[in-house]
């Protein structure tokens, strides 16, 4: 299928740049942004690491999001 990647690690980084990229325009920080490259069809990076990407060196998606922390409530 012409248009999938194959788990293409610089199309990974072109699209993480574009995303970089808006991110600061709107105010985000980078030191907060973490990019994993995942697939959702077919689960890669998301519970377990893919061997599909071994250019990839981060955490999985649930890794990610098991580190993060709430955020403080106004008083």
């Known amino acids: ?30 030191k907060n942004i973490q990019f994993i490259p995942i697939s959702g069809h077919l689960g890669d990076n998301l519970v377990v690491k893919s061997d599909n990407m071994p250019w990839n060196h981060s955490v999985t998606l649930i890794e990610a999001l098991n580190k993060l922390k709430a955020p403080k409530r106004p008083i």
């Open 1 to 30: 299928d012409e248009k999938t990647v194959k788990f293409n690690s610089e199309r990974f980084e072109e699209i993480k740049t574009e995303c970089m990229i808006y991110l600061l325009r709107i105010g985000y920080k980078m």
